[in-house]
Nanobody
Framework: VQLVESGGGLVQAGGSLTLSCAVS????????IGWFRQAPGKERQGVSC????????FYADSVKGRFTISSDNAKNTVYLQMNSLKPEDTAVYYC?????????????????WGQGTQVTVSS
């Protein structure tokens, strides 16, 4: 399984970014993709996840109403649309994959990880 993130960058507070996660290597349709973030000196935090076959989603309270996760199964890509960004959203964002319809913020459920993409929100 290979996951490749893209779309990070520098944005002002209140702005938007869309992250992409290109997924390859899953031989079944029953899997989930999660987005996590890690700021310097802090633990990795679950942001959102989606079950690919069922389309069910999960959001951390800190991003509800601002972030939207979606998948384009034809392109094997999962997106994280981030609106109304805040300086506290600054972190390295990772996508990760798990077999089964996993909807959780716990990174231990996810066995495959991308390399991460930096998101910096200036005040």
């Amino acid at each position: 399984v290979q996951l490749v993130e893209s779309g990070g960058g520098l944005v002002q507070a209140g702005g938007s970014l869309t992250l992409s996660c290109a997924v390859s290597g899953f031989t079944v349709d029953d899997y989930a993709i999660g987005w996590f973030r890690q700021a310097p000196g802090k633990e990795r935090q679950g942001v959102s996840c989606i079950s690919i076959s069922g389309g069910h989603t999960f959001y951390a309270d800190s991003v509800k109403g601002r972030f939207t996760i979606s998948s384009d199964n034809a392109k094997n890509t999962v997106y994280l649309q981030m609106n109304s960004l805040k300086p506290e959203d600054t972190a390295v964002y990772y996508c990760a994959g798990s077999f089964g319809q996993v909807l959780t913020s716990d990174p231990l459920w996810f066995s495959s990880w991308g390399q991460g993409t930096q998101v910096t929100v200036s005040s």
